[in-house]
Nanobody, 114 residues
Framework: QVQLVESGGGLVQPGGSLRLSCAASGIIFPISAMGWYRQAPGKERELVARISSGGVSTNYADSVKGRFTISRDNAKNTVYLQMNSLKPEDTAVYYC???????WGQGTQVTVSS
């Protein structure tokens, strides 16, 4: 049974930071590229960041470049998203995805508000 479990979301003030985690089970994590997506109310789900299976290659949406960092620990089957300098427009539900098999997590809410 495949499970992707996100954690680390919450309410943060503008300019603050959060670190999201996604723990994977049931997949061969080290061979899967992983990604973080987000979906704001009334908007389509968008790719925020992607990391290759070995962690060497990363890609980011223009809106988060320089503020967000994706990383992974293959020994722990976990992918992370460090989010700094958060803005109100970063408010969304954030989802973890395994590109191997196309699996999704359940999402974690991030709210940036004063």
């Amino acid at each position: 049974q495949v499970q992707l479990v996100e954690s680390g979301g919450g309410l943060v003030q503008p300019g603050g930071s959060l670190r999201l985690s996604c723990a994977a089970s049931g997949i061969i994590f080290p061979i899967s590229a992983m990604g973080w997506y987000r979906q704001a109310p009334g908007k389509e789900r968008e790719l925020v960041a992607r990391i290759s299976s070995g962690g060497v290659s990363t890609n980011y949406a223009d809106s988060v470049k320089g503020r967000f960092t994706i990383s992974r620990d293959n020994a722990k089957n976990t992918v992370y998203l460090q989010m700094n300098s958060l803005k109100p427009e970063d408010t969304a539900v954030y989802y973890c995805r395994s590109f191997w098999g196309g699996y999704w997590g359940q999402g974690t809410q991030v709210t940036v508000s004063s």
